[in-house]
């Protein structure tokens, strides 16, 4: 079955980077993309950007284009989202979700982790 | 950027009786491929969201059939003929076309 499996909780300090991770299972990773959500606690959703698995291209939201860095590595299935210079408004559940981009267009998130909540503080 | 826009935010409702959800958006969300890039998603108190409708109309694996999603261009609506207990959450509306912008969210509640 599909899984994706996200790295636990982070407690960070101001100005600080954090590395979010998320092994896939279950289907093949470099076929889908795999985008990243944040959910600061009780807001909305907010999408952060997708990496596509097969060839490492990347679009990030202009919010967060030159703080945001995601990588995969396709021999263990894992993305990875990095957040840099964090601030206190960056307190957030980050969420990472596949795609598939058929030939009519993008199908949903199908599949989402369990969320990674990430906290910065002093 | 789009911007879209869902009412009510907040929307009590009787177990059996149908509801619906209206997501605006203020760009058309039709690609020159005759689909709509509009997403539907229910987050249960607790749980990461899931997806209920991909590309305005087509109900994802698994969904019940009392859920369905209609509309074209810039306004859409998302309908359950029957609210069922386990129906209640924050609903959002997500458009694809331009990058990923959800609405604010329509909070589901049982009266």
């Known amino acids: 079955q599909v899984q994706l499996v996200q790295s636990g909780a982070e407690v960070k300090k101001p100005g600080a980077s ?26 909305g959703l907010e999408w952060v950007g997708w990496i596509d698995p097969n060839s490492g291209g990347t679009n990030y939201a202009r919010k967060f284009k030159g703080r945001v860095t995601m990588t995969r590595d396709t021999s263990i299935s894992t993305a990875y989202m990095e957040l840099n210079s964090l601030g206190s408004d960056d307190t957030a559940v980050f969420y990472c979700v596949r795609t598939y981009f058929d030939t009519i267009g993008p199908l949903g998130f199908d599949y989402w982790g369990q969320g990674t909540l990430v906290t910065v503080s002093s | 950027d789009i911007v879209m826009t ?106």
């Open chain 1, 18 to 43: 954090v590395k979010v991770s998320c092994k896939a299972s279950g289907y093949t990773f470099t076929g889908y993309y795999m985008h990243w959500v944040r959910q600061a606690p009780g807001q």
């Open chain 2, 6 to 111: 869902q009412s009510p935010l907040s929307l009590p409702v009787i177990p059996g009786e149908p509801a619906s959800i209206s997501c605006s958006s203020s760009q058309s969300l039709l690609h020159i491929n005759g689909y709509n890039f509009l997403d539907w998603y229910l987050q249960k108190p607790g749980q990461s969201p899931q997806l209920l409708i991909y590309l305005a109309s087509n109900r994802a694996s698994g969904v019940p059939d009392r859920f369905s999603g209609s509309g074209s261009g810039t306004e859409f609506t998302l309908r359950i003929s029957r609210v069922e207990a386990e129906d209640v959450g924050i609903y959002y509306c997500m458009q694809t076309l331009q990058g990923i912008t959800f609405g604010p969210g329509t909070k589901v509640e049982i009266k």
